[in-house]
Nanobody, 116 residues
Framework: QVQLVESGGGLVQPGGSLRLSCAASGSIFSVNAMGWYRQAPGKQREPVAITTFGGTTNYADSVKGRFTISRDNAKNTVYLQMNSLKPEDTAVYYC??????????WGQGTQVTVSS
């Protein structure tokens, strides 16, 4: 089992920045990739950014150039730096860990609201 705890969400004005953190614990030796998804009200959960431990990183087109995913292996933590935030970025952001056997673990989610 892998446990994920997110933090860093909140209310920010358009054009502002936030950094989300996701701390992993448990059977992290089996994790092959980590990333972030988001779910806005009335919409399906969608991928935002994924990084594999082999060094591959992918972003949704809607966040390319504005969001950056990174990780601190020593702290077993993944970050999502979000810049130039837009109202359409408002959603609950979920951390995801993917095991080598492709099983998935989710965090509890953290709310990001972009509004003036």
């Amino acid at each position: 089992q892998v446990q994920l705890v997110e933090s860093g969400g909140g209310l920010v004005q358009p054009g502002g920045s936030l950094r989300l953190s996701c701390a992993a614990s448990g059977s992290i030796f089996s994790v092959n990739a980590m990333g972030w998804y988001r779910q806005a009200p009335g919409k399906q959960r969608e991928p935002v950014a994924i990084t594999t431990f082999g060094g591959t990183t992918n972003y949704a087109d809607s966040v390319k150039g504005r969001f950056t995913i990174s990780r601190d292996n020593a702290k077993n933590t993944v970050y999502l730096q979000m810049n130039s935030l837009k109202p359409e970025d408002t959603a609950v952001y979920y951390c995801l860990a993917v095991n080598k056997d492709l099983s998935r673990y989710w965090g509890q989610g953290t709310q990001v609201t972009v509004s003036s």
